[in-house]
């Protein structure tokens, strides 16, 4: 697979400066315009259903996970109403290997502070996050994220044929 450079659309910027900032660690960066990625979601992803799909993973087996599993569930009902929650499902569906929830987020602040959340609130769980581009393997694998432990997916099913 190739890249396109990260840098398109930069090619005749000015130089960065090497100034390094008080701290004496980072570097300074000059003020310029605030990214368009704070308010909408980059290319491919498409927002017109949702972004990003967060899959709270489980092991249904262990009765102290599914009790702390669903009471996050529930947490994130109250916490984040805004935001599209899914029933609980108490065994593995779809391309997930173990029992899971899934919450939608429909802009990037959503998806930044669900994240933030998440990242000290999952307890047990682990949490596949992936953005939706309409190429649904290479959303849950090459672009997908994990907060934990992460899980073998059962792919074949979201290979095109």
């Known amino acids: ?38 308010d909408e979601f980059p290319k491919p992803i498409d927002s017109s259903n949702n972004g ?7 092991m249904q087996a262990i009765p102290t996970e599914t009790k702390y599993a669903r009471e996050l569930h529930e947490r994130v009902r109250r916490e984040f109403p805004e935001l599209r929650i899914y029933r609980f499902w108490d065994k ?18 959503q998806t930044g502070a669900f994240f933030s959340w998440l990242v000290v609130n999952r307890g047990p769980c682990s949490v596949l996050i992936h953005p939706n581009t309409g190429d649904s393997l290479r959303d849950h694998t090459e672009l997908a994220t994990w907060i934990g432990k992460q899980w073998p997916l059962h792919t074949d099913m979201l290979k095109r044929h």
């Open 92 to 109: 593995p569906v779809g391309p997930h290997p173990t029992a899971m929830f899934e919450v939608n987020t429909f802009n990037p602040h």
């Open 52 to 58: 990003f799909d967060f899959h709270i993973y489980y």
């Open 1 to 38: 697979m190739t890249y396109d450079s990260p840098l398109v659309g930069f090619e005749n910027a000015e130089p960065l400066p090497s100034t390094i900032n008080p701290d004496g660690k980072s570097l300074f960066n000059p003020p310029g315009p605030k990214s368009g990625s704070y």
